[in-house]
């Protein structure tokens, strides 16, 4: 596919930095020259195209319509309140309930840590240790100080049936309640708990769990070919989620129908892909069940190309566009 020798890419900042890693992914498999923009700073020179995730959507419209409609409009995450036929494309993230459609493209899962080098998972070793990755709660998922305890419980469990050294990883979300019961568990043992860089953690483990709560960080840990172990937080509803299901259950098509006229923003269902990754085998639940089988590992080789699907959408969609020089002038 032949590529523009004069595109370049635009991304909005959000100051979300497992969003914003999403799009240097994208950005980097392109091939092409990126910048970042930040509030509502214009940028000199055109971009050819516009990366926005959630919300910033708003400020790639205005930057948009800033170059006279002219850039395309590459969204991650499900557009609010703006009808899908209004942009180019929307990668959206596993968790989304959105309807499909010709502009869609459905990831199964976040592009944090994926490598356009890599289209396949390499079976990693399991030496190192059991490193547990502590999420926080949300809006969709709770954490509570009975849920840290069965959560380290099991942990320690699946260390000691894989004989193996547990971690404990804080993550910038985690709440002081959970560190608590943290620091109190291992307080004769302090060295369980890392704090360490992600990266650094990622590396060196040998197996994986991690809290349900965070999808970017799913992606980061099933991304090293590491057994990943997922520990279920119980689920919380928003009063907007709770109306989705209610409207669900009496006319499912007609949410589906606001969603594409851009009057409703559609929901997340984040139970419906945990449930996905389990039954394709990509991940092990941390449950009573799922600790049965301690010396699970996924499948190789596994396959892990969505990025090279994404990339090939965003390309050929600058393919398709006018030469520069047909362009209307600024």
């Known amino acids: 596919m032949n590529r523009r020798s004069d595109a370049s890419i635009l991304i909005v900042e959000t100051g979300r930095k497992g969003e914003m890693r999403q799009c240097e992914a994208l950005a980097n498999a392109c091939g092409l020259p990126w910048q970042f923009t930040k509030n509502d700073r214009i940028p ?14 708003r400020q790639a419209w205005r930057l948009k319509a800033a170059f006279g409609g002219r850039p395309l409009i590459i969204q991650l995450g499900r557009p609010r309140l703006k009808a899908p036929s209004e942009l180019d494309l929307i990668l959206l993230m596993p968790q989304d309930d959105y309807p499909e459609g010709p502009q869609t ?11 356009i080098a890599r289209s396949i998972l390499s079976a990693e070793t399991t030496r190192g240790p059991l490193s547990v990755l502590l999420g926080g709660p949300t809006r969709h998922f709770g954490f509570s100080e009975e849920d840290a305890l069965v959560l380290l419980s099991r942990a320690e469990r699946l260390a000691a049936a894989t004989g193996t050294e547990l971690r404990v990883v804080p993550g910038p979300r985690t709440p002081d309640h959970v560190m608590k019961i943290v620091e109190e568990r291992y307080r004769h043992t302090p060295d369980r708990i890392d704090r360490r860089p992600l990266s650094t953690v990622l590396k060196e483990s040998g197996r994986l769990v991690v809290t349900a709560d965070s999808a970017s960080l799913i992606a980061d840990a099933w991304r ?5 172990w997922l520990y279920p937080l119980p689920v919380r509803l928003p009063p907007v989620q709770r109306l989705k299901i209610m409207a669900d259950r009496i006319t499912p098509e007609l949410r589906n129908t606001l969603i594409r006229r ?5 929901g997340t269902d984040f139970t419906r892909w945990h449930r996905a990754l389990v039954q394709q085998g990509l991940v092990r639940p941390l449950t009573e069940q799922g600790l049965r089988e301690p010396d699970w590992r996924i499948p190789f080789p596994t396959a892990d190309e969505e990025l090279q699907a994404c990339r090939d959408r965003v390309l050929a969609l600058i393919a398709d566009r006018k030469p520069a020089s047909s362009r209307m002038e600024r």
Do not use: Q, V
Not at 107 to 113: A, S, V
């Open 44 to 57: 000199a020179d055109e971009p050819t195209l516009i990366l926005s995730f959630g919300r910033a959507l």
């Open 105 to 115: 493209l459905h990831l199964n899962m976040p592009l944090n840590g994926a490598d």
């Open 224 to 228: 090293t070919g590491k057994p990943t």
């Open 262 to 266: 851009g009057w409703l923003a559609g």
